[in-house]
């Protein structure tokens, strides 16, 4: 059974940061692209960074670059997702997501409310 299980999520001030985790089980972890998205009130869901299989690669939104910082541990079929010098407009729903061509699972999301 194919599974993403986000954690990590919650309420944080401003300024402040959190780190997102993403454990997967019941397929070939190593051989997919990881990638998290968000969906914030009202919007669409957006790409928020992406890393290829072995790490070797990434690509963040504009919006992101420079304060968050994706990885991979390919040993603990998790990915993570650092967070730093959140802003009240990074709160949504984030999603981490695993693609291998036309293969792609999601997880259920978890919330990050940036607020003081």
């Known amino acids: 059974q194919v599974q993403l299980v986000e954690s990590g999520g919650g309420l944080v001030q401003p300024g402040g940061s959190l780190r997102l985790s993403c454990a997967a089980s019941?397929?070939?972890?190593?051989?997919?692209?990881m990638s998290w998205y968000r969906q914030g009130p009202g919007k669409e869901r957006e790409l928020v960074a992406e890393i290829t299989k072995f790490g070797g690669t990434t690509n963040y939104a504009d919006s992101v670059k420079g304060r968050f910082t994706i990885s991979r541990d390919n040993a603990k079929s998790t990915a993570y997702l650092q967070m730093n010098s959140l802003k009240p407009e990074d709160t949504a729903v984030y999603y981490c997501?695993?693609?291998?061509?036309?293969?792609?699972?999601w997880g259920q999301g978890t919330q990050v409310t940036v607020s003081s």
């Open positions: 997501s695993a693609s291998y061509y036309s293969i792609g699972y």
């Open positions: 019941g397929f070939a972890f190593s051989n997919y692209r």
